[in-house]
Nanobody
Framework: QVQLAESGGGLVQAGGSLRLSCSAS????????MGWFRQAPGREREFVAA????????RYGDSAKGRFTISRDNAKNMVYLQMNSLKPEDTAVYSC?????????????WGQGTQVTVSS
């Protein structure tokens, strides 16, 4: 089991920034590709970003490209999502996830999510 806990969500004005954090505990974390997903009310869950367990390789969903940056610190069992130039349409619950592999967005473990609200 891997337990994931997000923090850093909140209310921000359009154009502002937020940094989300995800703390991992339990079985080994360093072997997992880690990702962020989001879900807005009435919409399907959307892939935001992923980072491979070692080497720093990343990939992003279309809505995140150029504005969001995912990073991780394996020594601290932490994953981060730096979100810049936020827009009202970024409002959603953001969840951290441990992915089954680098190649697909199948999730082995989910965090409970943190709310991000962007006001216009």
């Amino acid at each position: 089991q891997v337990q994931l806990a997000e923090s850093g969500g909140g209310l921000v004005q359009a154009g502002g920034s937020l940094r989300l954090s995800c703390s991992a505990s339990g079985r080994t974390f360093s072997g997992y590709t880690m990702g962020w997903f989001r879900q807005a009310p009435g919409r399907e869950r959307e892939f935001v970003a992923a980072i491979i367990w070692r080497g720093g390789r990343t990939r992003y969903g279309d809505s995140a490209k150029g504005r969001f940056t995912i990073s991780r610190d394996n020594a601290k069992n932490m994953v981060y999502l730096q979100m810049n130039s936020l827009k009202p349409e970024d409002t959603a619950v953001y969840s951290c996830a441990a992915l089954r592999s680098w190649l697909v967005n199948e999730v082995d473990y989910w965090g409970q999510g943190t709310q991000v609200t962007v006001s216009s």
